[in-house]
């Protein structure tokens, strides 16, 4: 803290999505899906959803295809496959759905892999078959790029397969693209920013399962290249992939004896996966889809290899990001925090608090309840406030908030030496704020800093006097959602003039929240933050 007895907080927003940095969010339950099944292809075409296929309790391939409306949160029949088909894939190009690949009905399950490729034409409300696959695979994956579909990895009766074939819907052709490098069958992928990510999947030789694998690609169709990447941090078959803001978020999965519910997001620009709330119905061969920052899923088995489920959830992504770089208290202080939502829609979000420049996790007391994480809902076009508790927390402490959209507010705050109030404003990388100093008077002032990259984030302060000369720089370096308070003459000691009048640039690799404080005697101010870029 600046004072022992002083209290400053600050709202700092970043009005965009991140599509680096860290995510968070929520699971909602939905209606299930009306036949329960597992091993299914899925397709997204406008806002529905399509699922093909699959195995049902009785059904070793069905030709089933139910469709959700992801807008208006109903199932609806849809014209069937031409066959019964599981362990399929699907994609949508030119605004249709294509079935590819799978395994035919057949006992054991894995004895008639297909090449069959099938167009879906909602205008017409029917299915014709397209050219097949050059050779026959089922737990495959297959996704559309650039007016053309890309059939990934599975298995024949027998081996993985690291083929990727790729089709031309005009010259109804197949062509082979570089392999994988590994052979995956029950693979996941996703395009993400105009590439291919394949994360996870099961190494199968001569039938029989050899291992999970948690081996990680990235495809760049420009230079028909695969690229390894981070490992995934649960190794996994039978999962899901799903494209969203930015991220490749894997949920779900299983290996022998076991079924995963683990929700891991990729983020493409750090290279580094990121744990998020676990589905809360472990599954795998289920359906996923993605629309806006929402992800769907339904169906499944719930147990290794069978129990097929209609089960529906949605992952409601949190990627709009908001700071408090400093929470303190003292003597007599009370503070409020006041967040409002400016939309038509519920916001939905989650604040975490953190303390020290690790960021080690930090429980707040607010409204009489302590918590390192708290989540709460604010109406459309309605607010919420919360209230410190000035006797559950000494020194100091930041908080980090996600939501489904931008959210307002501000901080109002009372003590001894009087009240003030701070507005929200916006966190960048390059920040600048006015800053003073006169011993004489007893006037000082300080700045909080926060990340919000939710890494190691190296941060250059630069002491500048009213000319703009730079008179000194020091470097400080906060882990993930760390933050740090200090007073001018503590951050550059006997470099600051008395009394000085100047300005601090802030200069950090990632994203910085920042508020500035005036301390005279009797008063406290804030002082405005200008973002640079």
């Known amino acids: 803290m600046l004072k022992k007895r002083f209290l400053f907080l600050a709202l700092v927003t970043c009005w965009h999505t991140v599509i680096a940095g860290e995510i968070r969010g929520f699971w909602e339950d939905l209606p299930p899906m009306p036949t329960p099944r597992q091993e299914v292809a899925t397709a997204l075409l406008g806002g529905d959803m399509y699922v093909l296929g699959g ?43 294509y079935s590819v690949g799978g395994f035919g009905a057949a006992v054991p399950i894995f004895g008639n892999p297909i090449a069959d490729v099938y167009e879906f034409d909602p205008d017409l409300g029917a299915w014709q078959v397209r050219a097949p696959l050059p050779s026959v695979r089922g737990s495959l994956f297959t996704v559309a790029l650039q007016g053309r579909l ?19 819907p005009v010259q ?3 062509s082979q693209a570089a392999p994988l490098p590994l052979g995956l069958d029950h693979l996941a992928a996703a ?5 291919i990510y394949v994360a996870g999947g099961r190494v199968t030789q001569g039938g029989f399962f050899l291992r999970n694998d948690p081996s990680a690609f990235v495809y760049d169709a420009q230079l028909d290249q695969w690229s390894p990447l981070a490992d995934l941090p649960t190794p996994r078959s039978g999962h899901a992939a799903a494209s969203v803001a930015g991220f490749l978020l894997v949920v779900g999965g299983e290996e022998p004896g076991r079924v995963f519910n683990q929700n891991e997001a990729y983020a493409p620009a750090e290279d580094r996966w990121i744990s ?26 719930t147990v290794a290899n069978i129990q097929p489920t209609g089960q529906a959830e949605v992952f409601n992504l949190l990627s709009f990001l908001t700071s408090l770089p400093q ?58 406030t919360l209230t410190t508790d000035p006797a559950a927390l000494t020194g100091s402490a930041a908080a980090t908030l996600f939501s489904n959209a931008p959210l307002l507010g501000n901080v109002l705050f009372s003590g001894p030496q009087g009240f003030a109030g701070v507005a929200v404003t916006e966190g960048g990388r390059r920040l ?14 300080g700045v909080a800093l926060a990340d919000l990259s939710g890494q190691s984030n190296l941060i250059t302060l630069s002491l500048l006097d009213s000319q703009g000369q730079l008179l000194s720089q020091r470097p400080l370096e ?48 804030t002082l405005p933050v200008s973002v640079v870029e």
Request: hydrophobic share 40%.
């Open 276 to 301: 998020l709330p676990d589905l809360p119905t472990a599954r795998h061969g289920l359906a996923i889809a993605s629309v806006g920052n929402r992800m769907f899923t339904a169906g499944g088995g």
């Open 172 to 174: 109804n052709q197949w």
């Open 478 to 525: 906060l882990e993930g959602f760390g933050q740090a308070a200090r007073l001018i003459s503590e951050l550059f000691e006997d470099d600051v003039p008395d009394p000085f009048n100047g300005s601090l640039r802030i200069e950090g690799q990632g994203l910085v929240g920042a508020v500035a404080i005036l301390l005279r005697p009797g008063q406290f101010a």
């Open 327 to 384: 929470i303190g208290v003292g003597p007599d202080i009370t503070s409020r925090l006041v967040l409002g939502n400016p939309g038509r829609q519920p916001l939905h979000v989650v604040a975490e608090f953190h303390r020290g420049e690790a960021g080690d996790d930090f429980s707040l007391s607010l409204d009489g309840q302590s918590a390192s994480q708290l989540q709460l809902g604010i109406a459309a076009e309605g607010r919420v």
């Open 150 to 168: 890309y059939a990934i990895g599975g298995r024949d009766t027998v081996n993985s397969r690291t083929d990727v074939t790729v089709y031309d």
């Open 55 to 97: 195995l049902t309790d009785t059904i070793p391939g069905t030709a089933t295809v139910e469709v959700f409306d992801t807008a208006a949160g109903q199932w609806r029949a849809a014209p069937p496959l031409p066959r019964g088909i599981h362990h399929g894939s699907a994609a949508v190009l030119d605004g249709k759905i």
């Open 432 to 445: 600048f704020v006015n800053l003073s100093r006169d011993t004489g008077e007893g006037a000082d002032s």
């Open 191 to 195: 395009v993400v920013e105009g590439k």
